[in-house]
Nanobody, 123 residues
Framework: QVHLVESGGGLVQAGDSLRLSCAASGGTFGSYLMGWFRQAPGKEREFVAAITKSLSNTYYADSVKGRFTISRDNAKNTVDLQMNSLKPEDTAVYYC????????????????WGQGTQVTVSS
């Protein structure tokens, strides 16, 4: 069993930066592929970024490539999402998720989810 708690969300202006953090407890953190998803009002939950268990290979949605960076610290059981050059369309609730599978793109593959943290970007 893995429990995930996100933090770091807030209200910022377009062009600003935020760093989201996800703290994991329970389970073996290094055994999980970690991902970030987001959901805006009226829209489906969408993939944002993922990072592999030990090799730290990363994957990004086209909409955030070059602006967002995902990282993990297996010693601290944390995964972060550095968000730069934020745009109003980045406004959403951001969720941290974990899976033992190798399917990083689809939300259905993830077994554990955090409660979400709100990110609001004003124009």
């Amino acid at each position: 069993q893995v429990h995930l708690v996100e933090s770091g969300g807030g209200l910022v202006q377009a062009g600003d930066s935020l760093r989201l953090s996800c703290a994991a407890s329970g389970g073996t953190f290094g055994s999980y592929l970690m991902g970030w998803f987001r959901q805006a009002p009226g829209k489906e939950r969408e993939f944002v970024a993922a990072i592999t268990k030990s090799l730290s290979n990363t994957y990004y949605a086209d909409s955030v490539k070059g602006r967002f960076t995902i990282s993990r610290d297996n010693a601290k059981n944390t995964v972060d999402l550095q968000m730069n050059s934020l745009k109003p369309e980045d406004t959403a609730v951001y969720y941290c998720a974990a899976t033992i599978s190798s399917m990083w793109l689809w939300s259905s593959a993830y077994n554990y989810w955090g409660q979400g943290t709100q990110v609001t970007v004003s124009s």
